[in-house]
T-cell receptor
Framework: DPKIIQKPKYLVAVTGSEKILICEQYLGHNAMYWYRQSAKKPLEFMFSYSYQKLMDNQTASSRFQPQSSKKNHLDLQITALKPDDSATYFC????????????FGPGTRLTVL | GEKVEQHESTLSVREGDSAVINCTYTDTASSYFPWYKQEAGKSLHFVIDIRSNVDRKQSQRLIVLLDKKAKRFSLHITATQPEDSAIYFCAASRGQQGTGSKLSFGKGAKLTVSP
């Protein structure tokens, strides 16, 4: 059974629209993250959460808003979508924050037209 | 911020040979160095990590070396098999709570192991 679920697997959106990427982890972890991977940039850290609190935000744009409604959920809302937002978005989790193994979800591939 | 450079973008070896992937980092405070494997169209899968309190770690056919002085670390895959073919990413972090937890990744090295 998949331990980290990301929905949807593929997403196509039009410029200017808003989308929510879903992430749920069933590993019992207390820390969750979002990363982005695109053709133009290597894997890029976006956010980290610990016990549902935002710990680090390396995303310059406020168009990206993480939302944690439950301890094992960390969704990513993206508003005013741009073609440059096209990427695969990976959710990850670890037992705690810090230098320990992070487990990655399968990713959501977002294409903005 | 931390910059991780991955020097090889592609490498090809014959089955049974060894493969080495090298990375350098810039942040002297980095203390945690994991490696991830990504097969085509799939997510990242953790393979091995090393912390700054040791300079060598081995897990079966994988060896990680860390040279803190040179700010360099490397992944050695011995007795390669075709299923080792994938993109390998090195990463670094401060290994701390808060802002020290983020992983900074290299660009990835595509390893091809031919039979």
């Amino acid at each position: 059974d998949p331990k980290i679920i990301q929905k949807p697997k593929y997403l196509v959106a039009v410029t200017g629209s808003e989308k929510i990427l879903i992430c749920e982890q069933y590993l019992g972890h207390n820390a969750m993250y979002w990363y982005r991977q695109s053709a133009k940039k290597p894997l890029e850290f976006m956010f980290s959460y610990s016990y549902q609190k935002l710990m680090d935000n390396q995303t310059a744009s406020s168009r990206f808003q993480p939302q944690s409604s439950k301890k094992n959920h960390l969704d990513l809302q993206i508003t005013a979508l741009k073609p440059d937002d096209s990427a695969t978005y990976f959710c990850a989790s670890s037992q705690e924050l810090g230098g320990i193994e992070q487990y990655f979800g399968p990713g959501t591939r977002l294409t903005v037209l | 911020g931390e910059k991780v450079e991955q020097h090889e973008s592609t490498l090809s070896v014959r089955e049974g040979d060894s493969a080495v992937i090298n990375c350098t980092y810039t942040d002297t405070a980095s203390s945690y160095f994991p490696w991830y494997k990504q097969e085509a169209g799939k997510s990242l899968h953790f393979v091995i990590d090393i912390r700054s309190n040791v300079d060598r770690k081995q897990s079966q056919r994988l060896i990680v070396l860390l040279d803190k002085k040179a700010k360099r670390f490397s992944l050695h895959i011995t007795a390669t098999q075709p299923e080792d073919s994938a993109i390998y990413f090195c990463a670094a972090s401060r290994g701390q709570q808060g802002t020290g937890s983020k992983l900074s990744f290299g660009k990835g090295a595509k390893l091809t192991v031919s039979p």
